[in-house]
């Protein structure tokens, strides 16, 4: 039978945990290696509702994308995720910015939905030399508005900010999550738009000045395209194991 360890070491080999960044603290958070598992989860983000959408499945384990535990913990407290998945005997693996920069990962899911060709690094990590970004040539030009609304559709998102740059757009950056800093990268490459998840008003601000069309989509949903691909990649390897993505585990922005 697959153990916790099997599927850590698996997801390892095409997204080392060692390439993560320094800030960041992916692995095996919860639980023993040693585990059996017959069912596990995958959600973006482990919360007290996942892991009571765990338990209720019989879950032995979640592979999350973010880090259930990030910040040294002084204090288990009943009602967190870390609580309850002691309490309930569930193990953890996540795999973070590991993950966003292996082939496969986060930024290749991104890229595919938005159906860039000739993709090519952006940044790269000076640990990893990964790319952190990436940049690549859209199918068709795209007015800005277009754009936006293509991004939109492509990630079914509840609703999207961005900005005009006043020109067609062929050629996109893109970072999934939290990236807004790389939209100069973009600019610098001849980029006419840059996708990201999060953006701050100054960095509006000079996109428009660079003439860039920011699209700010959310970080849940630039990042949450890896879960179902990396959930087929984990039953093509493990068929005794009932891999399930997370219902519960939803965008928590609403939009009016």
């Not at 030009?141 to 277009?146: I, K, R, S, V, Y």
């Amino acid at each position: 039978m697959s153990t916790v360890h099997d599927i850590y070491v698996f997801i390892d080999g095409f997204a080392p945990f060692k390439t993560a960044m320094d800030f960041d603290n992916p692995g095996l958070l919860v639980g023993s290696g040693g585990t059996a598992v017959k069912t596990a989860l995958l959600s973006l983000d482990i919360t007290p509702d996942v892991v009571d959408e765990a338990a209720l499945l019989g879950a032995q384990l979640i592979i999350s994308h973010h880090p259930v535990i990030f910040n040294p913990l002084k204090e288990l407290v009943p009602g967190t995720a870390p609580f309850m998945l002691v309490k309930a005997g569930i193990a953890a693996v996540c795999a973070h910015t590991n993950l966003d920069m292996a082939p496969g990962g986060v930024n290749d899911c991104l890229a595919a939905r938005l159906k860039l060709k000739n993709i090519k690094p952006l940044v790269l990590s000076q640990n990893s030399g990964l790319p952190e970004a990436l940049y690549g040539e859209t199918a068709c030009a795209f007015e800005p508005d277009e754009f936006a609304d293509f991004v939109k559709q492509s990630l079914s998102c509840g609703g999207l900010s961005y900005t005009d740059g006043g020109s067609k757009i062929t050629k996109v950056g893109l970072c999934g999550g939290g990236g807004a800093d790389m939209v100069y990268d973009a600019a610098a490459r001849g980029c006419q738009a840059f996708v990201t998840g999060e953006s701050k008003h100054n960095i509006l601000i000079d996109a428009c000045r660079l003439g860039v069309t920011f699209v700010d989509a959310g970080h849940f949903y630039t990042e949450d395209v890896v879960i179902e691909p990396l959930m087929n990649k984990l039953k093509k390897q493990f068929t005794d194991v009932n891999f399930i993505k997370s219902k519960r585990m939803r965008c928590p922005v609403k939009f009016i």
